[in-house]
């Protein structure tokens, strides 16, 4: 009788290797961008070091840079999302299956929670010799930045002046911008970004949104980006991240994961619309694999 041989996909081909692309892009996002943030508030000219190095251009451009290469890092395997809120809005308008939107959330938090930790040692000594300014002990690393604690180089906190609405408002209207510009960029019929630079303009986008509304809040607008940071955080600090800023952590969860939705929603209902309405085709010789927009190989 003859053997019948069955192939199976390997496990790094489906759902694991898609967590494993979320996971390192994820982490390749917070050690880019929280480390030009320990860079701004560990190295400026307020601790005698670095002329230019606390100046705002330091974040905008650290994180959008930091975004770009972690969506390089992963946009072939998962698409690289990073961003629960990215990943929800998709799913949310039909584009990502509901049953991976936690293994990618588990994924993204765990990659921020590893590169939180990975800058915490990598920075100690800085961060021990600024908390000592202080007359503070790395325990007290989340103190409130009102009273010279610097757990705000892991996560987002907001300005005293801006309040719980204001917050919430940045974040959600920021994240709103994220995504439904992302899906813009990334839609290949809409002009589309050619020859695989398209995390290049997300990376400006990023750049965009901080320098528009990044100080009231920081600009999580990423559920993981302040999260994982945080959670590492209060593992040294005694759970004092989680309190922090009146039990603020809960708005860079919240305020992204609904403002993502709604940037889905307004795109989709408005320009994409538009574009189905004139029957608009793919642009050029663009396609459309995993979210990533880029010219197809030639064979």
């Not at 967590?19 to 880019?32: A, H, K, Q, R, S």
């Not at 009231?216 to 559920?223: E, K, L, Q, R, S």
Request: net charge negative; aromatic share 12%.
């Amino acid at each position: 009788m003859a053997s019948q041989s069955v192939s199976r996909t390997p496990a790094l081909a489906g759902l694991q290797g898609e967590m494993i692309g979320e996971f390192f892009g994820t982490m390749v996002l917070i050690l880019f961008g929280d480390g030009c943030v320990a860079v701004y508030g560990l190295f400026g000219k307020s601790q005698g070091v670095g002329i230019g190095a606390d100046t705002w251009p330091i974040i905008v451009f650290g994180w959008g840079l930091a975004v770009m290469l972690g969506i390089y890092v992963a946009g072939a395997i998962s698409g690289a999302h990073i961003n629960p809120a990215v990943t929800l809005a998709l799913a949310v308008r039909g584009r990502h299956p509901w049953n991976k939107v936690l293994p990618y959330w588990g994924a993204q938090v765990l990659g921020a929670f590893v590169a939180a930790a990975i800058l915490y040692f990598v920075y100690q000594g800085a961060l021990t010799h600024a908390l000592e300014v202080s007359k503070l002990t790395i325990g007290q690393i989340a103190q409130p930045a009102t009273k010279d604690g610097f757990g705000w180089v892991f996560y987002t906190y907001p300005k005293g002046f801006v309040g719980t609405f204001g917050a919430f408002g940045d974040e959600f209207v920021g994240t709103a911008l994220l995504v439904g510009l992302i899906f813009a960029i990334v839609d290949g019929r809409n002009q589309p970004v050619q020859a695989n630079l398209n995390p290049l303009i997300i990376g400006f986008l990023i750049v965009a949104i901080g320098a528009s509304f990044g100080l009231n809040t920081g600009y999580a607008i990423n559920p993981a980006r302040d999260f994982g940071p945080r959670l590492w955080i209060a593992l040294v600090s005694g759970g004092e991240s989680l309190a922090a800023d009146n039990f603020y952590f809960w708005i860079p969860i919240v305020a992204p994961l609904l403002g993502g939705v709604v940037g889905a929603f307004i795109y989709d209902y408005t320009i994409g619309r538009v574009i189905e309405a004139r029957n608009l085709m793919q642009s050029g010789t663009a396609e459309t694999r995993g979210e990533t927009v880029r010219e197809p190989s030639v064979e």
